[in-house]
């Protein structure tokens, strides 16, 4: 028996040693690859397209590609793992699976059916293990028990198990999505909270899916945002009809979608997020429909209703007075939406100057400000309230200068410029032909005023 397991030993060295001598080499003439021996004659024919070496061991593999697929042939060029991949490295495993001895089918692997173009997956031996059903399929990742591989089916991604079973619908737009999804059953811990927008199939509208692919977020909006990088935050923008809001994870309405961006929509969301009091926020909005401006709470709820033909932000959002433009002229507003000055301002800038007035508890007309009387065309001085403190009886009137008793403003009237003081008299004569010569004269009266 000992001289049986020498002569053996002695066989399979001698096996080895000759192997050892393969080398891949290319033909001159049909640029085709074969393996030639230490004395440089052909040992196994060229007729690869590709090859490389052998790999070390007693039962030894070489990696070859023929008809544009890759496989393996042993020392003797026999295929031992049939040339059904379509990268070297898919081969490589399956090659790795045969030098073992494995059971085949231990492992699988994506193969294409030439005769449909469909996907399946098969031995190394090249014999189907799942039939060729799907559009395209990818290699397993993970180990048994909790191994996958995504597969695409009717246009979309999702996973099978080891045994070749769906375990994550086919829902997803990408491989990258589905493998995503397949990772977390792999860990298997965030069922309750894991989600991903998701496209339905037939209505085209997004929803969210858990990692399973089942529906968890009715999919009825125009757009989805990831619940964060992994999917597992608590809120998340979403859109419908054009406008934008904020849902959680079960998708309970967070912030109506009346924000015109999705900026807007996650800025909300900071508010609540914050705990700040929901009726200390405003956001002014346009009202999809009448196009008209109001504000709204983080939770997207009118807080002043839409009116206004522009409007301006509170200061910080949380200020007590904002702007607003109605039938053309500007106004100053409390956060209730009551009026703190009449319309009577051609700017913004003017009626947020009289809003500043009211929130810091001056008197009114301490500032005096020009304005154009829409009827008259006359123009007069109004306090921050918007009431006439000065009629409307000039052709043109300016900002005061200064203020308190010495306070002095360029005013017109029959086609000349002088300057009144802020009972409307004239204390600079109107002889100037422009109002900037007005001011330089107002100036050196108001001067003298000093006390």
């Keep these: 028996m000992r001289s049986i397991s020498i002569l053996l030993f002695l066989a399979a060295v001698a096996a080895a040693g000759t192997g050892s001598a393969q080398t891949p080499a290319a033909d001159a003439g049909s640029r085709l690859y074969g393996f030639k021996n230490s004395g440089g004659a052909w040992q196994i024919a060229p007729r690869f397209q590709k090859a490389y070496a052998f790999s070390s061991g007693v039962r030894r593999y070489a990696t070859v590609k023929l008809d544009n697929r890759w496989g393996c042939i042993d020392a003797e060029g026999n295929m031992v793992v049939r040339n059904i991949f379509t990268t070297r490295e898919e081969a490589e495993a399956a090659g790795s699976e045969w030098q073992r001895n494995d059971e085949p089918g231990k492992w699988v692997y994506p193969a294409r059916n030439p005769a449909d173009g469909r996907w399946g997956f098969v031995n190394y031996y090249g014999q189907w293990k799942y039939r060729p059903v799907y559009e395209a399929a990818n290699a397993y990742i993970g180990k048994e028990p909790m191994c996958f591989a995504t597969v695409r089916a009717e246009g979309r991604w999702g996973c099978i198990d080891g045994k070749g079973i769906l375990i994550i619908n086919n829902i997803f737009l990408t491989r990258e999505e589905a493998e995503e999804a397949g990772r977390q059953w792999t860990a298997g811990k965030l069922y309750d909270i894991w ?30 945002r990831h619940f964060g990088a992994d999917n597992k935050y608590g809120y998340a923008q979403v859109k419908l009809d054009g406008r934008w809001g904020n849902i959680d994870r079960n998708g309970r309405v967070v912030s109506e979608c009346i924000f015109a961006s999705r900026e807007d929509a996650a800025y909300a969301l900071l508010q609540l997020e914050h705990k700040r009091p929901v009726d200390g926020w405003r956001l002014p909005v346009c009202h999809p429909d009448s196009r008209l401006w109001g504000w709204v709470n983080y939770r ?103 203020t308190w008793n010495n306070r002095v403003a360029p005013a017109k009237l029959s086609g000349r410029w002088g300057c009144i003081d802020h009972t409307g008299r004239f204390v600079v004569t109107n002889q100037y032909n422009t109002s900037s010569e007005a001011q330089v004269a107002g100036r050196q009266w108001a001067e003298k005023q000093k006390f």
């Design 195 to 224: 989600r991903m927008p998701a496209l339905h199939p037939h209505t085209g509208k997004w929803g969210y899916v858990n990692y399973l692919g089942r529906w968890v977020v009715e999919a009825k909006y125009d757009e989805c």
């Design 300 to 402: 997207g709820e009118w807080v002043i209703a839409p009116r206004y033909e522009e409007v301006s932000q509170f200061a910080n959002d949380t200020g007590r007075f904002a702007t607003a433009k109605l039938d053309g002229l500007w106004a100053s507003i409390d956060d209730q939406g009551n009026l703190l000055s009449k319309n009577v301002f051609t700017l913004s800038t003017e009626a947020w100057t009289a809003g500043r007035e009211w929130d810091t508890g001056q008197e009114p007309g301490h500032w005096l400000y020009p304005i154009c009387d829409p009827e008259s065309k006359h123009w007069g001085y109004v306090d921050y309230e918007g009431k006439w403190v000065i009629r409307p009886v000039f052709e043109g009137a300016k900002l005061f200068i200064y």
